[in-house]
């Protein structure tokens, strides 16, 4: 066994002795029947793994600002993509500790309007508006 192994596996025996020196073997073995009622409503692994990622996608639209990980998750780009487009200044960005990035989500939904494709019946609609305000123009 190598070193490094060893180390880990006593790390891992320092962490279990503390905490079995913390909770009593009752308190234990509540936790365990906690946890394990806990996957067994999501019946399976799979089904656990989906709940967090809903979850998770969920959080973007709690949080208000987001950082370069969070966008490039949300966008489905790469980090360096994200970093592109905020070295072009083509997304605005904060800076507060003058390191990290972050980007406020109402920047980030701006940006992906900016070149809208519309769809037939927005065109219409908005090809009618047109006229109705040009016509109404030449009434006056």
Do not use: C
């Amino acid at each position: 066994m190598k070193r490094k192994e060893l180390e880990m596996y006593l790390e891992r025996l320092e962490a279990l002795k503390g905490f079995m020196e913390e909770f009593s073997l009752e308190e234990f073995q509540e936790k365990i029947l906690r946890v394990t009622e806990f996957l067994r409503r999501f019946e399976t692994l799979d089904n656990l793994i989906e709940q967090l990622r809903m979850i998770e996608s969920i959080s973007y639209t709690i949080k208000e600002y987001l950082t370069i990980d969070d966008v490039a998750k949300y966008l489905g780009v790469t980090k360096s993509m994200v970093y592109k487009l905020t070295s072009s200044k083509q997304i605005t960005v904060y800076k507060p500790t003058g390191k990290g990035i972050y980007i406020r989500r109402e920047d980030l939904m701006k940006w992906i309007k900016r070149n809208p494709i519309l769809s037939n019946e927005d065109l219409m609609a908005s090809v009618n508006q047109k006229l109705f305000d040009l016509d109404n123009g030449h009434k006056r």
